[in-house]
């Protein structure tokens, strides 16, 4: 087995480096999955008029795998990624994976490549199941043939400023999703969506964009890689899943730690004026975003209008660390599990 390619790890940065194995199934209707097992990383073949390259019939999955102080192989709420891909196949018409299959995939492959798990503080593997309609057509309507894969990067920070406030532009016009799209699916067309977006936001200096609803441009939705908090004191308060909102698995994580630890979370909308002059009086003390990629990342600027509102002073608050530290605890293994979120794949 090879070594992985980097020698430092302050090199990783996020999605960069991939392992020399994945994990690949077939599906055709009228015979199910088939073909299923780990394979060499290498391209596809693919036809010109395979579905997903004119349709974008695709859905995807982001998780990530820990190696544990103690030689364990761990990976957060699998189950729960398995249950969301199942939904977000659905809405895209395309067939479900058992999860019972979607598991055992995971584990399979994360174990054969236990040795690119990086073994440093904040580093993991990132995992990437991803589902394609691969029937070649031309005409509108869900393929008959996909492909279900797995493939593993080895990551460290996903944002460059680490566990450092970042600063988030707010777009006015431009929107991620509307209720009753695919906003709350997991499919590459909504991120392909806020790319325009992006890109103006980090030509401005900001890490992301921040996206308001699609109707009235006024409440608060998400940020293009994740759900968004906002804290008054003891509060918390986040937007409300409307079915433009990707349900985030380290969200409603967040939401049942900070109730146990005693904080009020309110799911309500958040109107942007409201918030920012929330900022400008010091109401709100603390904002951060959650994601399987950055975890929980705080933010200490927020950008509207040609205007910076700054949050705490733009450093991270007590709130959002004690959040991190008791979720990160939790999933590299260091604390006590007593949700039944961690999952044991194996030892290194």
Known sequence: MM????????ELGFGKYFTDYMYTM????????????????????????????????????GMKAYAAKDGRVLMFRPEQNARRMNRSAERMCMPQIPEQDYIQALKDLIMHEKEWIPRAPGTSLYVRPTMIGVEPFLGVKPAKEYIFYIILSPVGAYYKEGFNPIGIYVEEQ???????GVGDVKTGGNYAASLYAGKKAQEKGFAQVMYLDAIEHRYVEEVGSMNVFFVYGNKLVTPPLGGSILPGITRSSVIELAREMGYEVEESPVAIDEALADIQTGKITEMFGTGTAAVISPVGILAYQDKLYEINKNKVGEVTREL???????QYGRTEDKHGWVYELGRL
């Open 26 to 61: 077939k599906y055709k209707e009228g015979k199910g999955w088939y073909d299923k097992g780990i394979t060499k990383y290498e391209p596809f073949v693919m036809d010109p008029a395979a579905c997903v390259l004119h349709y974008a019939q695709e859905i995807f999955e």
């Open 3 to 10: 070594r992985p390619p980097y020698t430092n790890v302050d």
């Open 174 to 180: 431009m929107v991620r999703a509307v209720a009753g």
């Open 324 to 330: 991190y530290n008791c979720l990160v605890d939790i």
